[in-house]
């Protein structure tokens, strides 16, 4: 969550000719890069805590009941609430399904997936991540007028369904439900003694990462660029981990879910004041990225007013925004309005994770 935060303050406050991707760039490349394990981590840990949710006690009806409702209500926040976090627009001309949407549409599915057995749901997991860089030679224009369902399902895009009307289909539904379901099929290893459970998690990171290194050292299969040596060693590292996000390849799924895995085996064992700052902002992440990005966007409104004198195009769905020459901060601004906009919200996060832990609304469990 907190690196999170770091992603969206490079895109509201990076300057308008910024290319993350450019691995003659290093700062700005691993600036992006870092930020490319949030979202597969979201989507993974999302899945476990559905398996642990249902093994407190709860039946598979009221689990399937839970991640439907849970699902659609995510679905409804990204398209109302989250929307105005981003943009401060009260007109519904421009959607952009993201992250938070395609969490709750990939539990709507899960709620359907966990009647199965659990060898199954790891199988179908296991296609969809493995398998669905085979698709990307298919285009959305091949269905037609059904199209769009395409661009839903694997190949983002910009619609425009109606004369007036922007829809950004941004994360798309195939490869991230696979890493849901994974997550779901993988969490019983939590449930283990501390030792095997340690060991389990880091023989799955290193396997996973050394699995990515392998393929990728091959440019085989499992993302659409091929990396290609450059005229210095940290460009060529650069472009060997620039993986294709939109949609997730396999590939990049297996950089950022590999390392993650050894990162989760040892972090039980780190206690100390900053890891209870972080596992408090942890037991609060939709309050987090709800807060963050209304706090990112008011400061980005007094910046452009303070540089440009405008701040209209902040006013703007994400896919119409245009950043006017002379906005915008360089890289160690940026770090620093991240950590200053982290530490200023933390008081927040601290008191609704205390909220949580106090009471037991059935509400709150949404949240």
Avoid at 249 to 255: E, I, P
Avoid at 305 to 323: E, I, N, S, V
Avoid at 340 to 360: D, E, N
């Amino acid at each position: 969550m907190i690196i999170m935060v770091l992603d969206h303050g490079r895109d509201f406050f990076g300057t308008g000719g910024m290319n993350p991707r450019d691995v003659h760039e290093p700062a700005l490349f691993l600036t992006r890069w870092i930020t490319h394990f949030c979202a597969p981590v979201f989507i993974f840990l999302a899945g476990m805590s559905a398996f642990l949710y249902g093994a407190r006690g709860h039946t598979k009806p009221q689990l399937s009941f839970f991640l439907l409702t849970r699902g659609l209500f995510l679905v409804v926040m990204e398209l109302t609430l989250v929307r105005l976090a981003w943009t401060f627009d009260l007109h519904f001309d421009s959607l952009v399904f993201q992250v938070i949407w395609v969490i709750g549409a990939g539990m709507v599915v899960l709620a359907a997936l966990v009647y199965l057995e659990r060898w199954a749901v790891a199988r179908f997991g296991l296609v969809l991540v493995l398998g669905h860089n085979l698709l990307d030679s298919i285009k959305a224009e091949q269905f037609g007028s059904a199209g769009w369902l395409w661009n839903f399902l694997h190949a983002p895009a910009i619609l425009h369904p109606t004369e007036g009307v922007t829809v950004l289909a941004l994360y798309a539904l195939i490869p991230w439900v696979g890493v849901l379901a994974l997550g779901y099929a993988f969490a019983p290893v939590l449930l283990l003694s501390e030792p095997v459970r340690r060991r389990r998690l880091l023989f799955t990171g290193v396997l996973v990462t050394l699995g990515f290194v392998a393929l990728r050292a091959s440019n085989l299969y499992g993302d659409p660029a091929p990396w290609a040596m450059q005229d210095g060693a940290l460009a060529t590292v650069l472009s060997f981990i620039n993986c294709e996000k939109y949609p997730p390849s396999l590939l990049y799924t297996a950089m950022t879910l590999g390392p993650a895995l050894i990162v989760l085996s040892r972090f039980r064992q780190a206690r100390n004041a900053l890891t209870r700052a972080i596992v408090t902002i942890g037991r609060v992440p939709f309050l987090l990225y709800i807060a963050h990005l209304f706090a990112l966007h008011a400061i980005a409104v007094v910046l452009a007013l303070a540089t440009t004198g405008d701040a209209g195009w902040l006013f703007q769905g994400m896919a119409l925004m245009k950043k006017p020459a002379g906005y915008g901060l360089g890289l160690p601004a940026i770090y620093a309005l991240w950590l200053a906009v982290v530490i200023a919200l933390y008081p927040l996060c601290r008191w609704f994770a205390a909220l949580k832990q106090r009471r037991q609304d059935w509400w709150l469990s949404y949240l």
